[in-house]
């Protein structure tokens, strides 16, 4: 079944989550009997409480009334499509609507299929259980695309993706958002003394230290480059960028590999520039990389093995 196939993947749960969106309470009981025990069923009964539900928790199907007073489930569908962070949830509309047209408006607006009224429980389970199906297959092949295939991390393409949503995100929450660009102090000559075969085991064990101590789910850890790391630290200030890259300086130390050839320490070690801004429409994210990196040349100006934290200006009173 639908449920086996999630297991394997570490970001989803061990069931795929369903919204079902209706404002008539008896349709969203049916739809969870049919689906209950398969799934984990989230259920909102207007629009805005499923906009707020997708963001929050991020359902693998949305089941979606189209009639509904207020917001109809088309505004509901034109929303989520036109959010980063939503726009990839399949949508299946539930109507009674039986005429081609309205079909054909729901598809332009990005939903994946129709489900008629009265509901017919083998042909909606029939319907969610292919549409899962597809959404797996294309989750594993993006995961697949965004991941980093020495370190098993974040790549730079996925990096770039989240530090956009998450500067638009904390642009418009006025929050602050960090970062930190780490590099690995004398690697060149770690490799050119080790061979680059330990180089790239050494790059693995300092990736999967770095990712045990990025915990958040809205933090994320990525391969920058090279023996570069870079961490997002969203709603964070300065203070616990700092903190966060003090830790991460101390895992990798902690792991006690040999660097015979280092000017710093007898151990491999990092050196790390944080730099926080909250985002507004005067600054781009390409200056909160460009302090951080300045942040990482004054720390490796300083000795390396330490951290250097650059904040920029508060954004202007409106």
Same mark, same amino acid.
């Given at each position: ?28 009981? !049916? ?50 499509? /036109? ?91 006025? /929050? ?64 616990? /960028? ?24 007898? !151990? ?51």
């Amino acid at each position: 079944m639908i449920e086996t196939l999630f297991k394997g993947l570490s970001t989803q749960t061990a069931k795929p989550r369903l919204l079902i969106v209706d404002d008539q309470p008896i349709n969203i009981h !049916v739809i969870n009997e049919i689906f209950k025990q398969d799934m984990d069923v989230l259920m909102a009964t207007n629009g805005p409480s499923a906009i707020e539900l997708c963001k929050s928790q991020t359902p693998d199907l949305v089941l979606l009334d189209v009639m509904m007073p207020g917001m109809t489930g088309y505004d509901v569908c034109r929303a989520l499509k /036109a959010e980063a962070s939503t726009q990839d949830i399949p949508v299946i509309f539930l109507t009674s609507l039986a005429e081609e047209r309205d079909e054909i408006f729901g598809f332009q607006l990005g939903a994946v299929d129709f489900i008629n009224k009265p509901i017919s429980p083998i042909v909606v389970k029939s319907r969610v259980d292919t549409q899962l199906r597809l959404k797996l297959q294309s989750d594993q092949l993006r995961s697949i695309g965004l991941t980093d295939g020495m370190t098993g991390i974040a790549n730079r393409r996925r990096f770039d993706e989240t530090l956009d949503q998450q500067w638009r995100a904390c642009e418009r929450d006025r /929050a602050a958002l960090s970062l930190i660009i780490l590099d690995v102090d004398f690697f060149k000559d770690y490799n050119d003394h080790c061979g680059h075969l330990m180089g790239d085991q050494c790059l693995k064990a300092i990736a999967q230290a770095l990712a045990v101590t990025v915990r958040r789910p809205t933090d994320l850890l990525a391969r920058f480059g090279g023996e570069e790391f870079a961490c997002i630290l969203p709603r964070t200030d300065g203070a616990g /960028a700092l903190n966060r890259a003090q830790q991460l300086l101390k895992v990798v130390c902690d792991l006690k590999i040999e660097h015979l050839t280092s000017r710093v320490s007898p !151990v491999v070690t990092i050196s790390a520039g944080a730099a926080t801004l909250t985002p507004d429409r005067f600054k781009t994210v390409f200056e909160l990389i460009s302090l951080a990196d300045k942040a990482l040349y004054r720390a490796k100006e300083g000795g390396r093995n330490q951290v250097q934290v650059i904040i920029g200006p508060e954004p202007p009173e409106t």
